[in-house]
């Protein structure tokens, strides 16, 4: 079992910079793979970046280039940064892992770009 804690979301200006982080309530480290999905309005919940124990990654073809996860397994804590942001980027913002059978979600955190 884990909770998922997300901070960072903010309103911003297009073309800025946020960095998003999701703390993990236990070790991450023997956690194969954590994730950043996000949910606009209206829209599907779609993934935006993935990070295996490894370090190997994987990215939406919509943010590639411009984000950039990351994973401290000392500080069970997953990153997200994000640069040269655009309004459609706007979304809430989510943690994700899984253990064996169970789905585990953050609470979310909003970012929304405009100006």
């Known amino acids: 079992q884990v909770q998922l804690v997300e901070s960072g979301g903010a309103l911003v200006q297009p073309g800025g910079s946020l960095r998003l982080s999701c703390a993990a309530s236990?070790?991450?480290?023997?956690?194969?793979?954590m994730a950043w999905y996000r949910q606009a309005p209206g829209k599907q919940r779609e993934l935006v970046a993935a990070?295996?124990?490894?370090?190997?990654?994987n990215y939406a073809d919509s943010v590639k280039g411009r984000f950039a996860v990351s994973r401290d397994n000392v500080k069970n804590t997953v990153y997200l940064q994000m640069n040269s942001l655009k309004p459609e980027d706007t979304a809430v913002y989510y943690c994700?892992?899984?253990?064996?059978?169970?789905?585990?979600w953050g609470q979310g955190t909003q970012v929304t770009v405009s100006s």
């Open positions: 994700n892992t899984q253990l064996g059978p169970t789905v585990y």
């Open positions: 236990r070790s991450i480290s023997s956690i194969y793979l």
């Open positions: 990070i295996t124990s490894g370090g190997s990654t």
